[in-house]
């Protein structure tokens, strides 16, 4: 299994994941011309990707969904809420397979689990996604972590996790009171030092790759998550995986898992 954040913040986010044939996006907030051109700077055919998995209708997450479905034939997937929510924005798909949160599916070669998650969006999920024996946790928007959130997320090798504001630049800085109400509530996103105490709870030798992802570029820098992040990792005495953050303009490169890995 192989994945690479394309790029993650409120501008947009998307994710490439690939086991065997199956080529999967999660999430295609991006407009399609900008999601074929950060897929082929990675020298990969947007005409061979299977399926777009959908996590919840904020357009950062769906933009280019809609015209990539329609330009290579691509099945959209997500739950019932999420589909009514997002039909202006999707316009007509391609197709559309609808999942049941909590139910997992098949999609080619990886084995899909949407889990719950509490955003401020009508039925928004995390993914767990499994192939040969590897797992890939994958949690960008979410106010708070739940029990089920942490109960999906461990055992992962690799993770995909938000790691959205610093809360003195969150509380000093320009948005409004509403705003920034929002954003810290249960429903809006993660603290640094939030996904920074669930990272710690989620150390094993097995996990190898961690993305920090959808950071705010108003509230957050890639040090300040990257600082809040590390010292929570190594203040275990677990061995700690490889950390990349994936900004707006720029995503991950593409980390490779192996079964074999530790
Ligand atoms: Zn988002
Ligand atoms: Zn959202």
Redesign the pocket.
């Known amino acids: 299994m192989r994945f690479c954040v394309l790029g993650g913040g409120s501008k947009g986010n998307a994710t490439y994941v690939e086991a065997g044939e199956t080529r999967l996006l999660i999430d295609a907030g991006f407009s399609g011309r900008e999601l074929e051109t950060r897929l082929d700077a990675l020298g990969i055919d947007p005409a061979g990707l299977s399926a777009v998995l959908l996590s919840?209708e904020?357009g950062?997450?769906i933009r280019g969904a809609g015209v990539l479905s329609r330009r290579y034939h691509l099945p959209l997937y997500a739950n019932r809420p999420t589909l009514q929510a997002a039909a202006r924005n999707l316009g007509s798909p391609a197709a559309v397979h609808e999942f049941t949160t909590g139910a997992t599916f098949t999609c080619g070669a990886i084995k899909v689990h949407p889990f719950a998650v509490s955003?401020d969006?009508a039925e928004p999920v995390g993914f767990l996604l499994q192939a040969g024996g590897l797992r890939l946790g994958h949690c960008t928007?979410l106010g708070m972590v739940s029990r089920l959130a942490r109960h999906r997320l461990t055992g992962c090798h690799a993770l995909v996790l938000e790691c959205n504001h610093d809360p003195e630049m969150l509380a000093t800085g320009p948005y409004t009171p509403a705003l920034k109400q929002r954003v810290r509530s249960r429903h809006g996103h993660l603290a640094n030092h939030e996904a920074a105490e669930l990272l710690a709870e989620l150390l094993h030798p097995g996990l190898s790759q961690v993305v920090l992802s959808h950071l705010s570029e108003t509230n957050n820098t890639p040090e300040l998550a990257a600082q809040a992040v590390q010292a929570a990792i190594t203040a275990t005495a677990q061995p700690p995986p490889q950390l990349t953050i994936a900004c707006q303009q720029k995503g991950s490169n593409i980390c490779q898992l192996t079964p074999n890995a530790k």
Request: overall charge negative; proline content about 0%; aromatic content about 0%.
């Open positions: 919840h904020h950062d997450h955003h969006a928007d």
